[in-house]
Structures are given as C-alpha cells and as structure tokens.
Antibody, heavy 118, light 107 residues
C-alpha cells in the first residue's frame, strides 16, 4: 500500500523558515517524480514544486521560486521542502504527492499545516 | 502559464442525478488532464487521468472526456458519497495548474 506521511508543519513567524519532510513507503520511491501541493484555508489547490526521480529536473511555482527548495533522498525514501522567507500567504496545508505515469498525481499524503503568523 | 477554468463553480443536485462539470484550458493540453475529488478535511483523490482513464478503484459512474482545451467530468448517477469538491489539473507542462474547483452539494 502506497503511503505518504508528511511532517514538519507548524507555526512560524513571517520571515522564518521551516523544513517539511515526507516519508514514502509501499512503492519504489526512486522510480517516481514527486510533488508538493498546497491548499490555503478555504481555498483551492496550488501546485508548489516538482522533482524528478533522480533529482535531475526541478520545477517551482513562481509564488515560491527563490524561497523554497525541494529535494529528495532516495536512500531514505524521503522528500523534503525547505521553506525560507515565509510569508502570511504561505499559510496552507502542504501535501506530498506522487506523480503517476501520465503525469497525474495518483497518491497524496494526509497533509501538514503550515501557519505563518506573528 | 496555462490557466484552467471550471464551470459551474457550484452545483446543487439530488441523489440519482446526472452531473456534468466542464474544465477549459487556456491553451491546448492534448489529453494531459486529471480530475480529483476532495472532501472537507481530506486529501484530494484521483478520479480520472489522461482525460478519460478511470483510476483503479473509482466507481464506473465517473467518466471523463475531451482533448485539446475542453474537458468534461460526468457523474452518471450521483450517490451520497459523491458530494464533494472536484478539481481539474493540467499535466501538460510546468507550472502544473489546477482549476478553481466545482462544489457539488445536496439540493
């Protein structure tokens, strides 16, 4: 069974940093591209970042480019999101998500809440 | 960037109704489109990928169609567990973009 478990969310002040982690199991992690997708309270889904299976290709939404860094450790079956210079508008539930063969997101974690507030 | 729109933004329907949701891309995306269902407080769930392929385990009352810029999600006979918000997403290029969502609620 595919499982994606996020951790690392919490309350942080504007300008602060946070590192999210996602522990993957139930599939060959090193074979799949992975994504972070977020959802602000009461709002829709927003794609944040994507990383290919070997980390060769990395993409970011304009809203986080230069502030967030996606990475992965295939030996540890883990995905990360380093978030710096956080803003109030980054407040959201952050989902770790696997990319399927047709570039859809076929599995999602349960999400971790990041709140940016003074 | 490719912009995704959905219509309607909300629909009130009864159990047994046929419901159709439309998604439009600002430029052609071939068949690189997915549909997701999300219930309050839960992660989204994949329903349809590649515009018309049903994800394993998803009931056959859900179907998808379209290519290019215009796509449709149809629920042939609405069930109580289908009341949720539905999102389309283009997988043709980066940045990936989602539609704003369509809320299906009880009439």
């Amino acid at each position: 069974e595919v499982q994606l478990v996020e951790s690392g969310g919490g309350l942080v002040k504007p300008g602060g940093s946070l590192r999210l982690s996602c522990a993957a199991s139930g599939f060959t992690f090193s074979s799949y591209s992975m994504n972070w997708v977020r959802q602000a309270p009461g709002k829709g889904l927003e794609w944040v970042s994507s990383i290919s299976s070997s980390s060769s290709y990395i993409y970011y939404a304009d809203s986080v480019k230069g502030r967030f860094t996606i990475s992965r450790d295939n030996a540890k079956n883990s995905l990360y999101l380093q978030m710096n210079s956080l803003r109030a508008e980054d407040t959201a539930v952050y989902y770790c998500a696997r990319e399927g063969d047709s570039y859809e997101i076929d599995y999602w974690g349960q999400g971790t809440l990041v709140t940016v507030s003074s | 960037d490719i912009q995704m729109t959905q219509s309607p933004s909300s629909v009130s329907a009864s159990v047994g109704d046929r419901v159709t949701i439309t998604c439009r891309a600002s430029q052609g995306i071939s068949s690189w489109l997915a549909w997701y269902q999300q219930k309050p407080g839960k992660a989204p769930k994949l329903l349809i990928y590649a515009a018309s392929s049903l994800q394993s385990g998803v009931p056959s009352r859900f179907s998808g169609s379209g290519s290019g810029t215009d796509f449709t999600l149809t629920i042939s006979s609405l069930q109580p567990e289908d009341f949720a918000t539905y999102y389309c997403q283009q997988a043709n290029s980066f940045p990936r973009t989602f539609g704003p969502g369509t809320k299906v609620d009880i009439k």
